[in-house]
């Protein structure tokens, strides 16, 4: 899209490709809450005077943190790790045991970078010990993503970023805020149900808590916006809030080929002093492209 920036990193299910859905719902507000921030994509394409990312990924907001005050610094570095020497699937699975081994935060930014790119799909997935075991991508010639860190590094100013559960990033939420939520999607079907992207998945009661702290919010005068599939499941957990369905493009398969239409759901809480405007007044005009 024209005009819009394009996150670094590579993430499935990342919003970049439905700003055009997502930017109009959102309402005016001074800060922008992102529990669960992914890529970044929302925070990237708006313009909040301020926004507090979080996520419960560590490593991923460890990576933000380097960036947002490393800059210039941590490109060059890690340009280095973007050679034909470096894709290759020993070099791949080295680096990748090193991640799991180190504890510098510098060098874990470096290399979640590396793996995000390198890895199958731009996965980001642990296992049951809390160790990255994405496989390597087999990419011909992965993709340096030098203009888009310079994008994050020109908006990185006006964000705070904490690593911790959305249950605290929403609880600290105050007016002025506008949260956007977008959690791991409750699953299509039985097969389709990958959540572990931190450590512990993300649990139905964890969805249940997420809609209920979205009515509390509404409640205190704080509108929240969420994303997720549009399921029976989904439609009764965000029963009252303002609904909006549309068709994305994903794969639902392990068949990188197989892509297929779903439908995805945004549901808004307003506030009651929000009710009666119908589509809300947006104060998130998405960059270089008109909301309507």
Known sequence: MAGTMRPFLKWPGGKY???????????????LLEPFVGSAAVFLNTQYAAAWLTDANPDLINLYRAVQSDGDAFVACARTLFTPEHNRPDRYYAHRARFNQVSDPWERALLFLYLNRHGYNGLCRYNAAGLFNVPFGRYLRPYFPEAELAGFIAAAPRA????????????AAVAGDVV???????????????????????SPQDQRDLADLARTLAARGIPVLVSNHDTPDARSLYAGAHLDRFPVRRSISCAGQRREAAQELLALFLPANFAAEAPPRTGAELVGLTTG
């Open 17 to 31: 490709r439905v700003l055009q859905r997502i930017a109009p719902r959102l309402p005016a507000g001074r800060r």
């Open 180 to 202: 956007y939520c977008d959690p791991p999607y409750v699953p299509l079907s039985a097969t389709a149900n990958f959540t572990d992207y931190t450590r512990g998945g993300f």
């Open 160 to 171: 705070q970023l904490a690593a911790q559960d959305f249950r605290a990033t929403m609880g």
